[in-house]
C-alpha cells in the first residue's frame, strides 16, 4: 500500500499554523497587558525575547536528540506543548502574584512547542518524496504567514464582537488546532532526510564556510522579520494613530499577507525566478520599508513601509534552508535545527532591541525602527558575500 504523504503535508501545514498562533497572539495583546497588569514595555518586549529564546533553546536541543527520540514523537510532543501554554495564558497570569510570570511561564511552554515544529517540519517535507521541493518548502513555509492572517484576521473579528476582554476565552479557542492535529502527527508517515536517519552533525556543518553565511543570513532574516512584525500592531497604533482594530488589520495582519505572497509566489515560479536575485532585491526592499517607517512622518508611507517589509522578508528563511538543502544534502537534522536556531537568535535579540530603544526614547517607535535597520543592511551584506562565494 502506497503511504499518504499529503497526509504528512497537511499535518506539517497546521504545525506551521500553530506556530504563527503562538509567535502571533501574545503580541495583539501587548498594549492590553501593559494597560491591565501596568507592565512597562520594556518589560514587555521579554515577552517575545523569551519566547524566541525559548524556541533557540529547542532548536539546539533538537540538533542533538531529534534523530534519537523521533520525528513522530517530537512532533507529537510540539502540539502538546503549544495548546498546554495557550491554554496555561489564559489562567496563570491571573494565578500567580506577578501577571508578567504567568505569561512569561505561558509563553515559554508553547515556545517549547513552536521551537520543535518549526526545526522539525521542514526535514519531515524535505524526506517526503514530492517534485520541486523547493517549491514545496516554500509553500510550506508560506502557511506560517496564512495562520498569522488567519490569528491576526479572526482574533480582530472576535475582538469586535465579544471584546478584546474575552482574549482568555479566545486563547483556549486557539489551543484547538494543535490538539487536533496531534491525532495527523500520530497517524501519518514519517521519514528521515538521510538512509541511516543520521546527518553531517554539529561539526561538520561549522567547517563548511558557506554554511556561516547562512547562519548570519538566518540572523538577520528573523530579526528583520519579526523586529517589524511584533511591535506592528503597536507601531500603527502608537506612531500612526490607527485603532485598535485598524492597527492589527493594517499592521500585523497586512505585513503577514504580503510575506505570504511572496512565498507563494515562489513557491509557484521557483524553477523560473533567480533566487540570489530574489532575495537580494528583498534585502533592499527591506532596508527601504525600515527608513520609510522610521523616518517618514507621513503615516500612509509608514504604513506602507510597514506592509511591504512582509513582502521583503518572506523569501530570506525558506531561501536560506532551499540553498542549504541544496548544497548541503546530507546535513540532516542538525543543519535544520541550527538554521531555525539562528532565526530565533534574530527573532529573539530584534524585538527586543527595538521594544528597549523605544522605551529609552519616550516609547517613540519611529526611534526604535530606525535602529532596526541594522537588520536587512547586514542581510544585504552577507549575501553579496554569499553570491560572491557562488562565482567562485
Known sequence: MSKNYKKTLTACYLGFITQAICANFAPLLFLKFHNDYQIPLGQIALISTLFFLTQLIVDVLCSYFADRIGYRRCAI????????????LAFLPELTPNPLVGIIASVIIYAIGSGLIEVLGSPIVEACPFAHKEAVMSLLHSFYC???????????????????????????????????NIYNFTTCPIEY????????????????????????????????????????????ESALGFSKAMGDLAGP????????????????????LDLMRFMMGSGVLCLSCYLAASISNTPLIGLIGCILCGFSVGI??????????????????????????????????GPSLVG??????????????????????VLILSLLLLKSMKKT
Request: glycine share 14%; with cysteine.
Open 77 to 88: 510532543a510540539s502540539e502538546l506543548c503549544a495548546a498546554a501554554g495557550l491554554i496555561g
Open 316 to 349: 530570506m528563511w525558506p531561501g536560506t534552508i532551499s540553498i542549504c538543502s541544496g548544497r548541503l544534502p546530507k546535513g540532516g537534522t542538525a543543519m535544520f535545527a541550527l538554521l531555525a536556531m539562528a532565526g530565533d537568535l534574530g527573532g529573539a535579540f
Open 146 to 180: 496564512w495562520g498569522s492572517v488567519g490569528v491576526i484576521l479572526l482574533s480582530t473579528i472576535f475582538f469586535a464582537i465579544f471584546g478584546i476582554d474575552g482574549w482568555k476565552w479566545l486563547s483556549c479557542i486557539w489551543a484547538v488546532i494543535p490538539l487536533y
Open 193 to 236: 532526510t538521510t538512509d541511516d536517519g543520521k546527518g553531517m552533525g554539529i561539526s561538520g556543518l561549522l567547517r563548511v564556510p558557506l554554511f556561516w553565511i547562512a547562519i548570519v543570513l538566518m540572523v538577520c532574516a528573523g530579526a528583520s522579520e519579526l523586529s517589524m512584525a511584533q511591535w506592528a500592531s503597536a507601531y500603527t
Open 253 to 272: 495582519c497586512m505585513f503577514a499577507i504580503t510575506m505570504g505572497i511572496s512565498r507563494v509566489i515562489f513557491g509557484k515560479y521557483g524553477d523560473r
Open 356 to 377: 528597549n530603544i523605544t522605551q529609552n526614547a519616550g516609547n517613540d517607535l519611529r526611534k526604535g525602527m530606525l535602529v532596526g535597520c541594522v537588520f536587512p543592511l
